[in-house]
DNA sequence: GCCAACGTTGGC
DNA sequence: GCCAACGTTGGC
């Protein structure tokens, strides 16, 4: 089981879609970046994601789950989608600002490489930001 | 709106 | 295969 994060521009995607998608889920689409379609790859059925908001809100909303191994995006063969569905929001969004002022995540890959699209979290940083978004442990 | 950081492209 | 130029992303 391994744990990663998505972003996307709400304006594009948003958390409310996410939710509107269900239990089916919806294909994760327009990752043309070689790191983040690594990581993508290196996905499986049942692993976990944050959702996070960019843009103007830069904040993580919510908990999804990754429904699908990967497989071509039938757009471009090239590039790897995976299918998401969500699971539960986070009572207390993480802002960007909360994330980068807690010592233990200044090892993030949202604080040091803020533009990887598809990131990996370590199950440290994952516990801990449930629980800063007010969520129990598992 | 600016610009730093990063990725991609293309000429050599 | 290198690297300068360029485009894009995303935080500020």
Same mark, same amino acid.
């Given at each position: 089981?391994?744990?990663?994060?998505?972003?996307?521009?709400?304006?594009?995607?948003?958390?409310?879609?996410?939710?509107?998608?269900?239990?089916?889920?919806?294909?994760?689409?327009?990752?043309?970046?070689?790191?983040?379609?690594?990581?993508?790859?290196?996905?499986?059925?049942?692993?976990?994601?944050?959702?996070?908001?960019?843009?103007?809100?830069?904040?993580?909303?919510?908990?999804?789950?990754?429904?699908?191994?990967?497989?071509?995006? /039938?757009?471009?063969?090239?590039?790897? &989608? +995976?299918?998401? %569905?969500?699971?539960?929001?986070? =009572?207390?969004?993480v802002a960007?600002a909360a994330v980068?002022a807690? /010592?233990?995540?200044?090892?993030?890959? &949202? +604080?040091?490489? %803020?533009?990887?699209?598809?990131? =990996?979290?370590?199950?440290?940083?994952?516990?801990?930001?449930?629980?800063m978004?007010?969520?129990?442990?598992?």
């Open positions: 089981m391994a744990y990663w994060l998505l972003k996307t521009e709400p304006d594009s995607w948003s958390w409310d879609q996410q939710k509107k998608a269900g239990a089916k889920g919806e294909p994760w689409t327009g990752v043309r970046n070689t790191a983040a379609a690594k990581n993508m790859r290196a996905m499986n059925k049942g692993d976990l994601a944050f959702f996070y908001h960019t843009g103007g809100e830069k904040a993580i909303v919510g908990v999804v789950k990754i429904i699908t191994d990967p497989y071509p995006d /039938p757009e471009d063969e090239a590039w790897p &989608l +995976v299918d998401v %569905a969500a699971v539960e929001a986070l =009572p207390k969004p960007l980068k807690e /010592p233990k995540l200044v090892q993030m890959t &949202l +604080v040091r490489n %803020a533009r990887l699209s598809v990131q =990996p979290v370590s199950e440290a940083e994952w516990k801990l930001v449930r629980r978004g007010g969520l129990k442990d598992k």
